[in-house]
């Protein structure tokens, strides 16, 4: 077998006292989409930022194409090609679609001793990353980000991150605040960024989203892997199930009620 | 960074040829942040055309206003860029009269040459601008409670060691001919130097904000600090180096009136801190960053100067004029806001679907 671009092996993550992420073992592919699966609270977040290099775990090991990595900072992360999208897209909704597609990498041309702000080639290129990736309703690159709808917005990030050579895209619930509709644009997007070779790891708690990309599936209970499956490995009830907790959920409840059989009704603490 | 996207073929081959420039239609025009400013200059500059009079229209009239304009112009423009970028500078309402007082001490009471009192004016409000942007990132206090502290500190620093050092709370300042010509003079016996260093000003600033990478940071910074910063951009760098220019520019503002009154005070200035942010903030600069022209500013102060000196012109007692810079301010910033939603709901009229 190939070796995986992104590699995780016994990832563990506390915050003081509390284990967020518990032996986390994944392996991401190029050309392949990770949906990674899980309710509120299931500790997505935390893996994400381990992932994007806000946080560094407590123990465990992360691999880039076979060796050995450590983020300190997520500009570091962004070095090694790990571009994160974040649920809203662009973060700079007042500033215009040519700007924000280049914050930090403006491309300049000289103009007697000053290097300026090449407005026309950022407002070309990046209207074009954006049309290239099938969004062809953007043609203004002086837009406001602000204006554009919630897909369009993912669709800005995703195709920025793509043009600065992403070699991991990291989507956080990227439609879970989009229509139908929108929603189905941003899935064909990711769809437009697997066929180039990029692997994606797509975070969302909705089955619908995950199965109509998705190659390879983690669902994530309580902050470690409880599913680690293919496509078509299992069906949407069963994925469903999962998430929800499924047998766990069904032992949780006969704990609690033997708990509360020995301790006058008292539920027991989480975490305990 | 190695661009991937331009080697493949556009699906659409009109795609970069429908690449249009906001500023080709009145719609786009009409949409601009800086037309709510133009409209309220334009309002106040009729009203007081017709109430002013014929003084007001004057040659005269107009030197009154733009000077005014002029020194707080300086001052706006760098507060701008700094609230453009998310931050605010109240401190310079004592840099001000801090620089006077240091020019004024060093080259008038202790008859040093006068250019080494201009650096060292210069020097104390590059200085005061460090020490702001240095406390702001290192307590991450918001900057409205750093630079209120270091207002009064600076305030109370010029006044212990003016007494300590001269006796005195306002010191006389003799400047040879080519200083006052090129810093403290009128041109044609009304207009005052310093229209041609807020020129210069505007000059820079402009092409800093509109023409650098820097513009492109600092509406970055001010969007969203955290993702500015993982964008790779030096905030730190940037956020220290916009206060020493806010401060830089104040003690500009106060050395040269030192140099223009022929004599400085220690309570010079106060006027500024919030005239700077009213011009600012009527040119429609947005209060919590991340949005803003330097057209804008420029407007927002002439508007605010108009006013403030407008009132002398019109049979009104000059105590109405707070009233209606407090009206206008409040009019200039809902119309402000009016103006920027309709930026941000500016969308090409074609609609084209999604390709399928």
Same mark, same amino acid.
């Given at each position: 077998?190939?070796?995986?671009?992104?590699?995780?092996?016994?990832?563990?993550?506390?915050?003081?006292?509390?284990?967020?992420?518990?032996?986390?073992?994944?392996?991401? %592919? #190029?050309?392949?989409?990770?949906?990674?699966?899980?309710?509120?609270?299931?500790?997505?977040?935390?893996?994400?930022?381990?992932?994007?290099?806000?946080?560094?775990?407590?123990?465990?090991?992360?691999?880039?194409?076979?060796?050995?990595?450590?983020?300190?900072?997520?500009?570091?992360?962004?070095?090694?090609?790990?571009?994160?999208?974040?649920?809203?897209?662009?973060?700079?909704?007042? /500033?215009?679609?040519?700007?924000?597609? !280049?914050?930090?990498?403006? #491309?300049?041309?000289?103009?007697?001793?000053?290097?300026? !702000?090449?407005?026309?080639?950022?407002?070309?290129?990046?209207?074009?990353?954006?049309?290239?990736?099938?969004?062809?309703?953007?043609?203004?690159?002086?837009?406001?980000?602000?204006?554009?709808?919630?897909?369009?917005?993912?669709?800005?990030?995703?195709?920025?991150?793509?043009?600065?050579?992403?070699?991991?895209?990291?989507?956080?619930?990227?439609?879970?605040?989009?229509?139908?509709?929108?929603?189905? %644009?941003?899935?064909?997007?990711?769809?437009?960024?697997?066929?180039?070779?990029?692997?994606?790891? !797509?975070?969302?708690?909705?089955? /619908?989203?995950?199965?109509?990309?998705?190659?390879?599936?983690?669902?994530?209970?309580?902050?470690?892997?409880?599913?680690?499956?293919?496509?078509?490995?299992?069906?949407?009830?069963?994925?469903?199930?999962? /998430?929800?907790?499924?047998?766990?959920?069904?032992?949780?409840?006969?704990?609690?009620?033997?708990?509360?059989?020995?301790?006058?009704?008292?539920? #027991?603490?989480?975490?305990? | 960074?190695?661009?991937?996207?331009?080697?493949?073929?556009?699906?659409?081959?009109?795609?970069?040829?429908?690449?249009?420039?906001?500023?080709?239609?009145?719609?786009?025009?009409?949409?601009?942040?800086?037309?709510?400013?133009?409209?309220?200059?334009?309002?106040?500059?009729?009203?007081?055309?017709?109430?002013?009079?014929?003084?007001?229209?004057?040659?005269?009239?107009?030197?009154?206003?733009?000077?005014?304009?002029?020194?707080?112009?300086?001052?706006?423009?760098?507060?701008?860029?700094?609230?453009?970028?998310?931050?605010?500078?109240?401190?310079?309402?004592?840099? @001000?009269?801090?620089?006077?007082?240091?020019?004024?001490?060093? $080259?008038?009471?202790?008859?040093?040459?006068?250019?080494?009192?201009?650096?060292?004016?210069?020097?104390?409000?590059?200085?005061?601008?460090?020490?702001?942007?240095?406390?702001?990132?290192?307590?991450?206090?918001?900057?409205?409670?750093?630079?209120?502290?270091?207002?009064?500190?600076?305030?109370?620093?010029?006044?212990?060691?003016?007494?300590?050092?001269?006796?005195?709370? $306002?010191?006389?300042?003799?400047?040879?001919?080519?200083?006052?010509?090129?810093?403290?003079?009128?041109?044609?016996?009304?207009?005052?130097?310093?229209?041609?260093?807020?020129?210069?000003?505007?000059?820079?600033?402009?092409?800093? @904000?509109?023409?650098?990478?820097?513009?492109?940071?600092?509406?970055?910074?001010?969007?969203?600090?955290?993702?500015?910063?993982?964008?790779?951009?030096?905030?730190?760098?940037?956020?220290?180096?916009?206060?020493?220019?806010?401060?830089?520019?104040?003690?500009?503002?106060?050395?040269?009136?030192?140099?223009?009154?022929?004599?400085?005070?220690?309570?010079?200035?106060?006027?500024?801190?919030?005239?700077?942010?009213?011009?600012?903030?009527?040119?429609?600069?947005?209060?919590?960053?991340?949005?803003?022209?330097?057209?804008?500013?420029?407007?927002?102060?002439?508007?605010?100067?108009?006013?403030?000196?407008?009132?002398?012109?019109?049979?009104?007692?000059?105590?109405?004029?707070?009233?209606?810079?407090?009206?206008?301010?409040?009019?200039?910033?809902?119309?402000?806001?009016?103006?920027?939603?309709?930026?941000?709901?500016?969308?090409?009229?074609?609609?084209?679907?999604?390709?399928?």
């Amino acid at each position: 077998m190939k070796t995986p671009i992104l590699k995780l092996t016994a990832i563990n993550k506390s915050f003081g006292p509390i284990d967020v992420l518990h032996d986390i073992n994944l392996e991401v %592919h #190029p050309g392949e989409v990770l949906c990674l699966l899980g309710d509120n609270g299931a500790g997505k977040s935390t893996l994400i930022k381990v992932l994007s290099g806000v946080h560094t775990p407590t123990s465990g090991t992360l691999e880039m194409n076979g060796a050995a990595v450590s983020f300190s900072s997520p500009r570091e992360a962004s070095n090694y090609g790990i571009a994160t999208v974040h649920q809203f897209g662009g973060t700079f909704p007042l /500033m215009t679609i040519g700007r924000s597609f !280049f914050v930090g990498v403006e #491309p300049t041309k000289s103009w007697g001793p000053f290097s300026i !702000f090449d407005r026309a080639k950022a407002n070309a290129i990046a209207v074009t990353a954006v049309r290239d990736m099938g969004i062809t309703r953007i043609d203004d690159g002086d837009r406001l980000v602000g204006g554009l709808s919630g897909g369009e917005r993912q669709s800005l990030a995703i195709a920025r991150a793509v043009h600065f050579g992403a070699k991991v895209l990291i989507l956080d619930e990227p439609t879970a605040a989009l229509g139908v509709k929108q929603a189905t %644009h941003v899935l064909r997007i990711v769809n437009e960024a697997k066929r180039r070779g990029l692997a994606v790891i !797509f975070i969302t708690h909705q089955v /619908m989203h995950a199965m109509a990309v998705g190659d390879h599936f983690a669902v994530l209970i309580r902050g470690a892997v409880a599913a680690d499956f293919r496509k078509g490995e299992k069906t949407r009830e069963e994925i469903t199930d999962l /998430m929800a907790g499924g047998e766990t959920m069904a032992n949780l409840e006969a704990e609690i009620e033997a708990h509360q059989a020995t301790h006058d009704g008292h539920a #027991p603490q989480a975490n305990a | 960074m190695k661009s991937t996207t331009f080697d493949q073929p556009a699906k659409d081959a009109a795609a970069p040829a429908v690449l249009r420039s906001s500023r080709a239609s009145f719609g786009a025009f009409v949409r601009r942040p800086e037309m709510g400013s133009l409209i309220g200059l334009v309002a106040v500059f009729a009203f007081f055309g017709v109430f002013g009079g014929e003084n007001f229209m004057s040659s005269g009239g107009a030197a009154s206003w733009l000077n005014v304009a002029s020194e707080l112009g300086i001052i706006a423009l760098p507060v701008g860029l700094l609230m453009i970028a998310g931050h605010l500078d109240l401190s310079v309402g004592s840099v @001000l009269p801090a620089s006077s007082m240091t020019v004024a001490i060093v $080259s008038g009471y202790n008859h040093a040459p006068m250019i080494v009192g201009i650096l060292a004016a210069l020097g104390l409000g590059l200085a005061v601008g460090f020490v702001n942007g240095v406390l702001v990132i290192r307590t991450k206090l918001p900057s409205f409670v750093v630079t209120l502290a270091t207002l009064f500190a600076v305030a109370g620093l010029t006044l212990g060691l003016s007494v300590i050092l001269t006796g005195s709370t $306002s010191v006389a300042l003799r400047s040879p001919p080519a200083a006052k010509l090129l810093l403290g003079d009128y041109v044609g016996g009304k207009f005052q130097v310093s229209l041609f260093w807020w020129l210069a000003v505007v000059v820079i600033v402009g092409f800093l @904000l509109n023409y650098s990478r820097y513009g492109n940071w600092i509406l970055a910074m001010g969007g969203d600090a955290v993702s500015a910063r993982n964008a790779g951009i030096p905030t730190d760098r940037l956020t220290i180096s916009l206060f020493m220019g806010s401060g830089l520019c104040a003690a500009f503002v106060g050395m040269a009136q030192a140099i223009l009154y022929n004599s400085a005070q220690v309570a010079a200035g106060q006027s500024f801190i919030f005239n700077s942010i009213i011009a600012v903030v009527i040119g429609g600069v947005l209060l919590t960053g991340g949005y803003g022209s330097v057209v804008g500013i420029v407007l927002g102060t002439l508007t605010f100067s108009i006013v403030n000196q407008g009132i002398f012109y019109t049979g009104f007692d000059a105590n109405w004029a707070s009233l209606i810079i407090g009206i206008l301010l409040l009019l200039a910033v809902l119309m402000n806001n009016t103006f920027r939603n309709m930026a941000l709901s500016y969308a090409p009229r074609k609609k084209v679907r999604v390709q399928p």
